[in-house]
């Protein structure tokens, strides 16, 4: 089975929908799964962390070269996204693995951790949430407006809040990249004083329309605080402290919750530390992996 964790880039069918994969780096293996859902996957390449890792990066179904369920854009619940994720590790010979879930990414880590722990030999929730709905929505726009105020004058900053006033009427794959471009700079700690290192990213990003619909038409409502204290698997919180959809208070609430978690906040970094801060990510990331 070493030949499927050969790098580059690989295609399974699971269940009927084709799994793309790739594979960069060396060492142990840790799996990572993007945001979105439904954002392409590449900006989460972490060459930091790859030279000591063999990162596998999950594109995630409904998204990329992995196939599309046949409810589309409906069904992408987290627990189907989990689903995905034991196929691949069972396609891999892995009965256990490292996982990184990034933003909703994490929200598919935490399910996996809760209900097959016994696949996981530690879980990193990177910008992630312990919930969704209107509670974590009205705290995003608290963020959002500090941002605003942290750019006041800057020309820029219009186009940025159009984008995020557009976010509620997403209806097409078009639309989701022009508005993940959009919002984009208000990811970064600093995106417009790094813009020769972050100005390319929003063009190189596109994305999907993911529903937020299960097969029945039903919310995929996500409120884990009730069960983070029964988490068992190792577990590493990791968020910028200028990440205006999954912030500090997030993963507090994460690390609170988890029995034995370790937080590691990055202080110039908003919603990307693997790119704003990529040594010292990689340093916590690794680090946790050793142990």
């Not at 854009?73 to 689903?83: A, E, F, K, L, S």
């Not at 639309?175 to 995106?191: H, K, L």
């Not at 999954?246 to 507090?252: D, K, L, N, Q, S």
Request: hydrophobic share 40%; glycine share 12%.
């Amino acid at each position: 089975m070493t030949d499927r964790l050969t790098p580059g880039t690989h295609t399974v069918e699971l269940d009927g929908v084709v799994q793309r994969y790739h594979v960069h780096g060396q060492g142990p293996v840790c799996l990572a799964h993007s945001g979105g859902p439904g954002i392409t996957w590449e900006y989460l390449r972490m060459p930091a962390v790859e030279e000591h890792l063999t990162v596998v990066y999950v594109e995630p179904i409904g998204t990329g070269g992995s196939g599309r369920l046949a409810t589309h854009p409906h069904g992408y619940t987290r627990d189907r996204y989990v689903q995905a994720v034991l196929g691949l590790l069972d396609h891999l010979g892995l009965e256990r693995a490292h996982f990184l879930g990034h933003s909703h990414g994490g929200f598919v880590a935490q399910r996996l951790a809760l209900t097959h722990p016994e696949r996981v030999a530690g879980v990193v929730l990177y910008d992630s949430a312990p919930v969704t709905g209107p509670e974590h929505g009205k705290e995003a726009m608290a963020k959002v407006a500090e941002f605003a105020a942290r750019n006041e004058g800057n020309p820029e900053l219009p186009a940025v809040l159009a984008a995020f006033a557009s976010l509620g009427a997403l209806s097409s794959d078009e639309d989701v990249t022009v508005a993940v471009r959009g919002i984009m700079p208000a990811y970064f700690a600093d995106f417009w004083g790094r813009l020769a290192e972050f100005g390319p990213l929003p063009e190189q990003t596109s994305g999907v329309f993911i529903s937020g619909l299960d097969a029945g038409l039903e919310p995929d409502v996500i409120d884990d605080r009730a069960l983070l204290g029964s988490l068992e698997v190792p577990t590493l919180v990791l968020v910028g402290r200028y990440d205006v959809i999954c912030g500090v208070r997030w993963a507090e609430e994460l690390h609170d919750g988890v029995p034995g978690s370790r937080l590691v906040v990055f202080e110039r970094s908003g919603h990307f530390a693997h790119l704003e801060e990529p040594e010292a990510f990689a340093r916590a990331v690794v680090g946790f992996v050793a142990r």
